[in-house]
């Protein structure tokens, strides 16, 4: 009972946040434009906030893990072959197929992970989430991509160069970099300077969990509800049960093992909607792909981290 208390306690206030965000969205107390506006602040200032300020402030050899960052890798591409090999069973074919697949493998840990770690683990821990997702970020984008354009419309070919500049453009990682620096010679920041960072870095979870909800579009969930719910599968059962016990088993433990299982539990992250939009791809499927394992991924991690306390393992 108590290890099922504290399972609710991690996941019930990032999720209670975003079923706020759905509240005022029908309400009429946000829009599209706040949300669009609110989401672009997070993504270029408050979330580069955020990483820098917990990466640059903590020890960067007791934080970088090179074998979880591989086994993250190894993850990633074994679940886009395995979306990419049963989405025909699902009704994803063509365009549908690549946002089938994205939907599959790419998680939203930026922010519904980076919540859940603080709640789960404590904000010293958010260092070593910011890395993982450091490089993990462009692999997901590198992949979805390829995918986008393979299986999209052929007009919306991107080639290396804009791959890469999407890359070494993302706010995200431009603030890891720039705080690795300060991590590995422990350069301490202005007080000023410190306050002013941490300030924005308040701004990111709130305002991004609202966002998140503001963004669910329940409309069309009957257009696309096989595909959504297979995609949906793998993201939120196969993929969290298969690879945390496969890490545990390759001897991850504890706050490694923890940051990894939320790596694979997230929900969808909204921007695989982004992408599939602007490259042509099957929106309409991306975005119920996010709705579907948004609203259920709160009944699954609160399982996961019910299973992990209980048996010790976190």
């Known amino acids: 009972m108590e290890n099922l208390l504290f399972s609710f306690k991690v996941v019930a206030p990032v999720f209670i946040i975003i079923y706020l965000g759905i509240f005022l969205k029908r309400r009429n107390f946000i829009n599209e434009n706040f949300i669009a506006v609110s989401s672009s602040m997070v993504f270029m200032i408050a979330l580069p906030s955020l990483s820098f300020l917990e990466i640059s402030r903590t020890d960067f050899t007791r934080s970088f893990n090179a074998h979880a960052i591989l086994f993250a890798f190894f993850?990633?591409?074994?679940?886009?072959g395995l979306a990419w090999g049963v989405s025909g069973l699902f009704g994803a074919r063509g365009a549908s197929r690549g946002a089938f697949v994205q939907g599959s493998f790419r998680s939203n840990y930026a922010i519904v992970g980076f919540a859940l770690v603080v709640n789960l683990l404590g904000q010293h821990a958010l260092a070593k989430a910011a890395l993982l997702l450091a490089f993990v970020m462009p692999l997901y984008n590198v992949i979805a991509v390829i995918l986008l354009t393979v299986t999209g419309n052929t007009e919306k070919k991107a080639g290396s160069?804009?791959?890469l500049k999407g890359i070494f453009?993302?706010?995200?990682i431009l603030s890891v970099i720039v705080a690795l620096p300060f991590s590995y010679f422990k350069i301490p920041i202005p007080g000023t300077a410190a306050k002013t960072i941490n300030y924005l870095a308040s701004?990111?979870?709130?305002?991004?969990?609202?966002?998140?909800?503001g963004s669910l579009n329940f409309t069309s969930l009957k257009a696309r509800a096989l595909a959504a719910a297979g995609a949906t599968a793998i993201k939120l059962v196969v993929t969290p049960l298969i690879f945390t016990f496969a890490a545990y088993k390759m001897g991850f433990a504890g706050e490694d093992l923890a940051v990894l299982f939320l790596l694979f539990?997230?929900?969808?992250a909204i921007s695989s909607f982004?992408?599939?939009?602007?490259?042509?791809?099957?929106a309409v499927l991306a975005a119920d792909i996010v709705v579907f394992t948004t609203l259920f991924s709160v009944v699954t991690i609160a399982l996961g981290v019910f299973i992990l306390k209980s048996t010790g393992l976190i």
């Open 75 to 80: 993850q990633t591409l074994c679940i886009t």
């Open 265 to 268: 539990a997230c929900p969808t």
């Open 203 to 213: 701004l990111t979870l709130p305002l991004a969990l609202v966002g998140i909800g």
């Open 161 to 163: 160069g804009q791959i």
């Open 274 to 282: 982004i992408m599939a939009k602007a490259m042509e791809s099957d």
């Open 169 to 172: 453009t993302n706010p995200l």
